[in-house]
């Protein structure tokens, strides 16, 4: 048996918050805070040297920078949600245009949530490479709770989770406000679902309300 798991690939999550920027770049103007290009620019400045750090194993480093493109995306979603509360009353908005704001928010919400849960669980990804399997995290996926016969079996003996799990996770919880197949163990992990929940029944709350008033 291997000591060591395959690197798991970083372009998935790279592509999630380039998918982020290009969703708050399609915003209309009044859910966008300051200049268009400046959430943008911060962005990407923060996420070429996330990207050389983590070529050049510093991975303190890549970890720390990581954690800081997390949370400027984490605050522009939350205050583009705000701004959309205080901006509804106006009815100011074209009901397509609240639509396609509101769907941006939500896929937003379901892409920022998916990057923390993979940045947080297990010591992230650079410490789920450290080990062969995956046998210990926040989450419990059903891998984890099969047998190491029924894993042979399965070809799934070294399975450990890459974003695309936590993707599909975060998915659940803005669908179904709640895990679905993978339940939550570590306290961290409930807050932030808790917070993802919240964020997506406001966003959905909010375009059926203004539904109703339009119709």
């Known amino acids: 048996m291997p000591d060591r ?6 372009w998935p999550a790279l592509v999630a918050v ?25 962005v990407v400045a923060l996420l070429v040297p996330t990207v050389v750090s983590h070529v050049k194993d510093l991975h303190l480093l890549n970890r ?14 939350i ?13 100011r908005e074209s009901p397509v245009e609240l639509l396609r704001s509101a769907g941006a928010l939500w896929v937003t919400n379901i892409i920022v949530f998916a990057l923390w849960y993979w940045r947080l669980d297990a010591g992230g990804p650079h410490g789920r490479d450290t080990r062969y399997g ?11 709770t099969m047998t190491p016969e029924a894993k042979t079996v399965a070809g799934e003996f ?9 993707l599909f996770l975060s998915f659940n919880t803005s669908t179904a406000f709640s895990p679905t197949d993978a339940p939550v163990l570590a306290r961290w992990a409930k807050a932030l679902m808790m917070l993802q929940s919240l964020i997506s029944l406001t966003v959905l709350a909010l375009l ?8």
């Open 5 to 10: 798991w395959d690197p798991e690939p970083r």
């Open 18 to 42: 380039a998918a982020v920027g290009g969703l708050y770049a399609a915003l209309p103007d009044y859910l966008v805070v300051g200049p268009r290009w400046l959430f943008i620019g911060v």
């Open 64 to 77: 720390v920078f990581g954690f800081t493109v997390n949370g400027v995306i984490t605050l522009g979603l």
């Open 79 to 91: 205050a583009s949600v705000v701004l959309l509360i205080e901006e509804l009353p106006a009815h």
């Open 134 to 144: 995956h046998q210990d995290g926040a989450f419990l996926f059903p891998q984890m």
């Open 158 to 166: 070294g399975w450990s989770p890459n974003f695309v799990d936590y």
């Open 208 to 215: 059926a309300a203004r539904a109703v008033n339009i119709l």
